[in-house]
């Protein structure tokens, strides 16, 4: 897997342009610290957050008061307090950048393009938070949307946060009890919804849902047009108006921001709710804001007036990532709709002529790209692209070689990995170091992060548990509707005393990098020995006959035996050689240990809305254990596959 060249090393003149290299330089000045390298520097930011926050809040020019101290950290992490007399307003801080330059660009596949300048999106925002006002809504209220990834939608949580009111998104491909599973839980006062979207160049009616959901929570619906059925929407709703109904009153003037403490709650993000109903996280204000502009500018390298795209849904917390990158002056590019139409070129069409710096994706769409024989290298411009990061799943070794060989040889890849629960991530890309084939490039600044085994002892060079020693600023500050912090202390405490554990199986690389063999609560135990999924994919997935993979572990005989789902590629049948091919490719490119058992083919294979497969879902159903919660899934029908299987059998 590790080859002995990077495939991608920064050049001198990359290193000193980078807002990264600045900022160690005001850090050594300010406390008198020589930093031989970012290794260094890390190991600093780490032994001292306090300082490493102040002077980024400094460096990033955040608007709001900082107060005195920076940090108090004297019990557990959950304890722990960041800037605990700061007062500021995260809207403020994304809207402070006034002109005719484009604030935010939109493609919605082939059916709708606009685009906000930063004046034109502050004067919504003012339209928006003079009615929000007008409905009641202030300070801990909560507002709920069920929305397309539009410019509105980015709009509406401005001025949500602006007045102090907690914000809440999901995606429209949501089903009815999938949204009330969420929104449910957190009594909205106000459900902000579409009229349609698009998918595939085909319009996708929500009218039904939109009703059904209203409902039953009984509050006022704002209606937003997209898919030109707004006023026909509104029409069947009890309490509903259309966007242009709601700001009409109101001229467009001065912002006014309320000021509140950095861990006044800003975000309630929902866990995929595989297991059960979804987990309502709450993310504060100040935590989001700084632990998003670290990411931005010094690990993205991200400047003003660059542009920063990621492709995401409402649903997923990469939505709330790329919004913040209004914080760091930069153009901000959504797309809403599918990846693949008119063609696979959709969203390198778009990558050329809107110059994306940094181009964000899924690991599956990499993936999908390879297997569809495009080279964007050779049919696109990508010379304005600086960056390309990955996420979702763990990025294989071949789809590394990929990027640099069909998409673009001189380009930072950071495979990135964090999640919902830090709305950030605890690994990620580094622009002052190389990138090494499937490696994800290191940790995250001022992030405590390390590799565990079952004894809570770090490790190098072996598989454990990523855990995260000290507080960092965008732990949860809560979840919703767990008083006493019961549910919060067993989703990352329960496993080591008063050490983030966060579900991830992963292993420390000879260079300093990260490698994520899967979730560490879907990693397969044969013979007792740990196996992540993850690498099981990398092998399996690069053979042209198979189009995607699922692996569990069945209990089987007193052990666990390893079974692998595989949906061929169109036209391909699952006979005795392929078989034998997919375990040579497994037994060589892995391990004996990681051939499984089993290898049965199927039609469909299950995955939530943000396109994760489901292992544990799937895991339930073979050994006839009830899934808790189908609604959170995209295609929920495809577990039926699953269920007792002649092939399980024996």
Request: net charge negative; proline share 7%.
């Given at each position: 897997m590790h080859s002995d060249q990077p495939l991608w090393t920064p050049s001198q003149a990359s290193i000193e342009a980078q807002p990264l290299t600045a900022f160690m330089a005001l850090c050594s000045k300010r406390h008198r610290v020589h930093f031989a390298d970012v290794d260094a520097f890390h190991a600093w930011s780490v032994a001292d957050r306090a300082s490493f926050w102040s002077d980024l809040w400094d460096f990033c020019g955040i608007v709001g008061d900082k107060g005195a101290r920076a940090l108090v950290d004297d019990g557990h992490m959950t304890q722990a307090r960041f800037f605990p007399d700061a007062s500021l307003n995260f809207a403020e801080n994304l809207l402070r950048k006034t002109g005719s330059d484009d604030a935010i660009v939109f493609r919605g596949e082939d059916k709708v393009s606009s685009r906000l300048s930063w004046d034109a999106l502050a004067a919504l925002v003012s339209r928006l938070q003079q009615a929000l006002v007008a409905l009641g809504i202030g300070e801990g209220d909560r507002v709920a949307a069920m929305m397309p990834n539009l410019p509105e939608t980015v709009a509406l949580m401005l001025a949500?946060?602006?007045?102090?009111?907690?914000?809440?998104?999901?995606?429209?491909?949501?089903?009815?009890?999938?949204?009330?599973?969420?929104?449910?839980?957190?009594?909205?006062?106000?459900?902000?919804?579409?009229?349609?979207?698009?998918?595939?160049?085909?319009?996708?009616?929500?009218?039904?849902?939109?009703?059904?959901?209203?409902?039953?929570?009984?509050?006022?619906?704002?209606?937003?047009?997209?898919?030109?059925?707004?006023?026909?929407?509104?029409s069947k709703l009890g309490d509903g108006r259309t966007l242009p109904d709601f700001i009409a009153p109101f001229e467009a003037q001065a912002l006014s921001f309320r000021r509140l403490p950095f861990s006044h709650p800003l975000y309630i993000l929902f866990s995929s709710g595989t297991t059960g109903v979804p987990k309502c996280i709450v993310h504060s204000a100040g935590g989001t804001l700084v632990q998003h502009l670290k990411e931005h500018v010094l690990h993205c390298g991200l400047k003003d007036g660059d542009r920063l795209f990621y492709f995401t849904t409402c649903g997923w917390m990469m939505w709330n990532w790329l919004a913040t990158g209004l914080a760091a002056g930069v153009t901000v590019c959504l797309y809403d709709g599918s990846p693949f139409y008119p063609d696979g070129s959709v969203l390198f069409d778009f990558a050329e002529a809107e110059r994306f710096t940094v181009f964000g994706t899924s690991a599956k769409y990499i993936d999908a790209v390879r297997k569809s024989g495009l080279t964007p290298k050779e049919t696109h411009d990508l010379s304005a692209l600086r960056v390309m990061t990955s996420t979702g799943s763990p990025l294989s070794p071949e789809g590394f070689t990929f990027v640099y060989e069909g998409i673009k040889s001189?380009?930072?890849?950071?495979?990135?990995?964090?999640?919902?629960?830090?709305?950030?991530?605890?690994?990620?890309?580094?622009?002052?170091?190389?990138?090494?084939?499937?490696?994800?490039?290191?940790?995250?600044?001022?992030?405590?992060?390390?590799?565990?085994?079952?004894?809570?002892?770090?490790?190098?060079?072996?598989?454990?548990?990523?855990?995260?020693?000290?507080?960092?600023?965008s732990m949860p500050i809560m979840f919703w509707n767990d008083p006493d912090g019961a549910r919060y202390h067993a989703a990352y405490f329960d496993r080591f005393d008063n050490i983030w554990c966060h579900g991830d199986f992963a292993e420390w690389t000879a260079h300093g990098g990260i490698v994520i063999h899967g979730r560490s609560d879907a990693t397969l135990n044969p013979g007792g020995v740990r196996i992540g999924t993850a690498e099981i994919y990398n092998q399996v997935e690069q053979m042209e006959e198979v189009a995607e993979a699922l692996c569990i572990g069945q209990d089987w005989d007193d052990d666990v035996r390893v079974v692998l789902f595989v949906r061929l590629a169109s036209g391909v049948a699952l006979d005795d050689d392929l078989v034998k091919a997919i375990r040579t490719r497994i037994r060589t490119g892995a391990s004996p240990r990681h051939v499984p058992a089993k290898?049965?083919?199927?039609?469909?294979?299950?995955?939530?809305?943000?396109?994760?497969?489901?292992?544990?879902?799937?895991?339930?159903?073979?050994?006839?254990?009830?899934?808790?919660?189908?609604?959170?899934?995209?295609?929920?029908?495809a577990l039926d596959l699953y269920a007792d299987l002649e092939d399980l059998k024996t």
């Open positions: 949500t946060a602006s007045l102090g009111a907690i914000w809440s998104s999901c995606s429209p491909d949501f089903g009815e009890q999938g949204v009330l599973d969420r929104f449910g839980q957190i009594s909205p006062k106000l459900f902000i919804a579409c009229d349609g979207y698009w998918y595939n160049g085909k319009r996708q009616d929500v009218s039904e849902k939109v009703k059904a959901v209203s409902d039953r929570l009984g509050i006022p619906v704002l209606v937003i047009p997209y898919a030109g059925e707004a006023d026909a929407l509104v001189d380009i930072q890849l950071a495979s990135i990995s964090g999640g919902t629960d830090i709305v950030a991530c605890f690994v990620l890309g580094n622009p002052l170091k190389p990138v090494w084939r499937g490696e994800i490039q290191g940790p995250g600044l001022a992030l405590a992060m390390d590799v565990w085994d079952d004894e809570g002892r770090p490790i190098r060079g072996e598989k454990g548990e990523l855990v995260c020693t000290k507080a960092f600023p290898i049965i083919a199927v039609a469909d294979i299950p995955r939530t809305k943000s396109g994760k497969i489901v292992e544990l879902a799937v895991r339930d159903v073979v050994h006839g254990r009830p899934v808790k919660n189908k609604e959170a899934l995209a295609n929920p029908e």
